[in-house]
């Protein structure tokens, strides 16, 4: 029987791949990427203060930027290429045409398609770490940082988690899409980050209106649209578990959100649209671990728990305990990312479903991942706790990785450029740090109370002095 013409392998279609594969490994990847660009770079943009608009997108756009380069030069052999250690590769460029052609280390596509996908996840997880620093770090710092980080701290957890060489991928840590390779690594490099570069000024601590709430709102959109692809796409295939995958994140995120909107309503009497969008977030990030090899009652009770947990040591626990007050996390990445996170390894650990790693993993051994709760259903109590104890040992390794390597490179950078804005610059933000501004309106979120109105004749600000004739 003869294949359709578009079916025949050729040189641009080699029988090793597959086009509806590399089709969706693309599109997911670009998903992806829309998260960041714009999603992230707009919802920066958008929750700060007025003054501080322009130097938080674009703290984002850059590190978008800057990852893709260092990406191709080094990042992703460190992470996926030949193995140096057990938990790092040799680092090399992935720029020949003879490398990007061959087929992918995992998967039905080429290399090319695995780096462009790879590179999103990286990428995302330098601009989440910017979220705790926005309001203050000294851009410059900021350039040094994005390169540095990935080199050093991301590459790292990468290869031990992703890698098929990497030491917790060996041991059987399920990280199914990156909760502990991008956002327990987020949450916890930027709190650390944070710790280094200091406080916003006192005056944006006390008060950090956001400038724009339905700006905000549509970048938190495209990033939770975007998820279909953090999360669908890494079965590297298009496969019934991608599509389970998309269907738990989603079910998942939305629990979790509508759960931190009851919360804040039965506490605080509001229904807050940021505490929704945290909500959100935390759900999100809760499922990344488990999305595809969980059961569907399984992702509403992550949803619960990812809108209620994060939400307590948010709410109470941080008002709480010395270090947390003292480190200002502007964007609580601590909470949204570093404990929504951990819990949802910890959570994958107990709800991991053997049929469903069957399904995903693709392996002789898939009998090696058991959730707790199947474990004790199965009989088989012990590969439960030891998947528990697997997955808790990818949380402290992450955490410690982190924590030692940010705080080594903050260190380092301090030595260049002050890791810190001078006051002045605090101060006035954007327009001292960039010469723009986001906005040519008055103000930064406060109300302008006026007797006077320009529409009746009367100036509204009268201390502006008349422009001459010939002045535009």
């Not at 029987?1 to 597959?18: F, G, Q, T, V």
């Not at 990847?29 to 938080?56: C, D, E, F, R």
């Not at 040799?90 to 995992?106: I, S």
């Not at 728990?305 to 948010?314: A, C, E, F, V």
Request: glycine share 10%; hydrophobic share 50%; aromatic share 14%.
């Amino acid at each position: 029987m003869k294949l359709p013409l578009n079916l025949i392998p050729d040189e641009a279609s080699p029988e090793w791949m597959n086009k509806g594969d590399n089709a969706w490994q693309l599109t997911a990847a670009t998903l992806v990427g829309l998260q960041s660009m714009p999603g992230l770079v707009i919802l920066y943009g958008s929750i700060v203060k007025k003054k501080w608009a322009v130097n938080s997108a674009f703290m984002a756009f850059y590190a978008f930027a800057m990852v893709l380069v260092c990406w191709v030069g080094w990042g992703y052999q460190m992470s996926f290429g030949e193995k140096l250690a057990p938990f790092i590769g040799k680092p090399n460029v992935a720029l020949d045409q003879g490398y990007l052609l061959k087929p992918a280390f995992l998967g039905y596509f080429p290399n090319a398609t695995m780096i462009y996908f790879q590179f999103v996840f990286a990428a995302i997880t330098l601009i989440l770490i910017a979220g705790a620093l926005l309001g203050r770090m000294n851009f410059r710092a900021w350039m040094l940082f994005v390169p540095l980080w990935l080199t050093f701290s991301y590459t790292v957890g990468a290869f031990s988690l992703w890698c098929p060489d990497g030491w917790l991928a060996k041991l059987g840590t399920i990280d199914y899409s990156g909760g502990y390779v991008i956002h327990l690594s987020s949450g916890v490099a930027g709190f650390t980050a944070a710790f280094w570069v200091g406080p916003r000024a006192s005056k944006d601590r006390e008060r950090f209106p956001p400038n724009n709430i339905l700006l905000m709102l549509a970048g938190a959109g495209l990033l939770w649209m975007g998820w279909t692809g953090f999360n669908g796409g890494d079965p590297y295939a298009v496969s019934t578990d991608a599509s389970l995958a998309v269907l738990n994140t989603h079910v998942c995120a939305a629990t979790s959100l509508l759960t931190w909107l009851m919360l804040d309503i039965i506490f605080f009497g509001k229904p807050s649209v940021i505490g929704a969008t945290q909500g959100m977030i935390t759900g999100l990030v809760c499922i990344t671990p488990a999305a595809g090899v969980v059961q569907g009652w399984a992702a509403i009770i992550m949803g619960v728990l990812s809108g209620s947990i994060p939400w307590y040591t948010m709410m109470v626990v941080h008002k709480n305990i010395w270090l947390l007050k003292q480190v200002d996390d502007t964007m609580a990445v601590f909470h949204t990312h570093a404990v929504a996170g951990s819990l949802g390894g910890i959570l994958t650990g107990f709800f991991a479903e053997p049929n469903l790693c069957r399904i995903f993993y693709l392996v002789p051994d898939y009998k090696h991942y058991i959730g707790l709760a199947y474990g004790l259903h199965t009989g088989r109590t012990t590969a439960g706790f030891r998947q528990m104890g697997v997955q808790i040992a990818g949380i402290v390794f992450v955490i410690t990785l982190n924590v030692i390597m940010t705080s080594l490179i903050c260190l380092f950078i301090r030595l260049i450029v002050p890791l810190r804005l001078a006051d002045d610059e605090l101060q006035t933000g954007d327009d001292a740090v960039h010469g723009e501004e986001a906005y040519a309106l008055w103000g930064d979120g406060e109300k302008f109370e006026s007797k006077h109105n320009s529409a009746f004749g009367m100036e509204e600000f009268p201390s502006v002095v008349p422009r001459t004739g010939g002045q535009v």
